[in-house]
């Protein structure tokens, strides 16, 4: 089954959630990394030793803070590319309610240029939903060739 825009909708919100979280993971991370090497400063300055546990402390978190951000940014991608494939979507509906409603007027008024124009924007509602669908078949395709298909997407098998 392919994905539909309230798919992409959906899932780039999440992203775009979950990666808020990381930044704020990421930033109570610095903080805590700026207190240990605060207190490393100050033990210097006193001329007393830094214990190895502190300096520890600090290695490890500049390495969570690292693998943080990079998922962060990771989430941050994902989110703009759902939302791009989502908005492709939602142009077409747009485009469906305006030529549904250029129909209706083109019959109670009886003017065949009406009906015309409805037929237009029909057909650019099926640009839109054509350029969706290519947009998540090279998606789908895309995270299958990379191996980073979440077990949760709804790409054709």
């Known amino acids: 089954m392919l994905c539909t825009g309230g798919y992409f ?12 979280n990381h930044w704020s993971e ?7 990394r700026h207190i240990e090497e605060s207190t490393v400063t100050l033990l210097q300055s006193l001329q007393k030793p ?38 492709l979507f939602a142009r077409s509906v747009a485009a469906l309610q305006v030529a549904i409603s ?26 839109f939903m054509v350029a969706g669908t290519l947009s998540n078949i090279l998606y789908c395709l895309l995270l299958k060739s990379t191996r980073l298909a ?8």
């Open 9 to 20: 909708a959906n899932g780039g919100i999440l992203a775009q959630i979950k990666s808020s």
């Open 26 to 32: 990421f930033q109570a991370k610095s903080t805590k």
């Open 50 to 87: 830094v214990t190895v546990k502190t300096i520890n402390e600090l290695a490890k978190l500049n390495r969570k803070q690292q693998e943080i951000q990079q998922e962060a940014q990771k989430l941050q991608v994902e989110a703009e590319q759902d939302l791009q494939h989502h908005q």
């Open 102 to 127: 250029m129909g209706a007027i083109a019959a109670l008024t009886r003017k065949r240029i009406v009906w015309y124009v409805g037929l237009g924007i029909a057909t650019i509602r099926i640009r």
């Open 150 to 157: 979440p077990n949760n997407t709804n790409c054709s098998t």
